[in-house]
């Protein structure tokens, strides 16, 4: 099978892509990727350490204002979406799975347009911007949390799936974690993360 991956600017984002490709490969050892991210994200540094091929494009996300630069956004976009073309055409992948963040945008939408089969997967309980807009597009949209199916448009085929990530989180070694970071075996510890502010309008939803 021959994936094409795309997501980033976050690990949030790249993570769960990672997480795929590797559980791909447990179930085809022959499975080959290319992962599609963007020239200023951290994916251009976290994905080829994990030894999956990446080639990049040139895209920023929108302003939530209005700005000028948002007209740079589209012309950008649009320049991703043709370079994108390029990329799916020499590959030519059998399915393409976005994992949000902006870089997304161009790679999916290039993909649905091709007639690509597409999955997009969102993370959060409230999806963003890229994948509320890419899931007009796409063959399946994946959701980490019951309840989130409500966000996409109605009689979109949407699976409940998990974040991919906990796989690996699962199956992490304890003793091996806890040395990496300094601390006794034996201790309890406090796990605090950060999350998104969430719009008004979305909560109205």
């Given at each position: 099978m021959r994936v094409v991956l795309t997501g980033g600017g976050t690990g949030g984002h790249i993570y769960p892509a990672v997480a795929i490709a590797r559980q791909c490969?447990?179930?085809?050892?022959?499975?080959?990727?290319?992962?599609?991210?963007?020239?200023?994200?951290?994916?251009?540094?976290?994905?080829?350490?994990?030894?999956?091929?990446?080639?990049?494009?040139?895209?920023?996300?929108?302003?939530?204002?209005?700005?000028?630069?948002?007209?740079?956004?589209?012309?950008r976009f649009l320049k991703g979406v043709s370079k994108s073309k390029r990329l799916l055409a020499d590959f030519k992948p059998d399915?393409?799975?976005?994992?949000?963040?902006?870089?997304?945008?161009?790679?999916v939408y290039a993909a649905?347009?091709?007639?690509?089969?597409?999955?997009?997967?969102?993370?959060?309980?409230?999806?963003?911007?890229?994948?509320?807009?890419?899931?007009?597009?796409?063959?399946?949209?994946?959701?980490?949390?019951?309840?989130?199916?409500?966000?996409?448009?109605?009689?979109?085929?949407?699976?409940y799936t998990g974040n991919p990530r906990a796989t690996t989180v699962q199956s992490a070694n304890r003793e091996r974690g806890f040395a990496s970071l300094g601390i006794p075996n034996d201790s309890s510890v406090v796990l605090i993360v950060g999350g998104s502010v969430v719009p008004k309008q979305s909560m109205m939803r």
């Open positions: 490969e447990a179930d085809d050892p022959t499975s080959e990727f290319l992962y599609i991210g963007g020239t200023r994200g951290l994916e251009s540094k976290l994905v080829p350490q994990e030894k999956i091929p990446f080639k990049s494009i040139d895209i920023t996300g929108f302003r939530r204002k209005i700005s000028t630069e948002n007209i740079k956004t589209v012309v399915v393409v799975i976005g994992t949000g963040g902006y870089v997304c945008g161009p790679v649905a347009k091709m007639g690509i089969p597409c999955i997009i997967h969102e993370q959060n309980a409230i999806p963003g911007l890229t994948n509320t807009f890419l899931s007009r597009y796409v063959t399946t949209v994946a959701v980490s949390f019951e309840g989130s199916e409500g966000f996409f448009p109605k009689g979109k085929h949407v699976i």
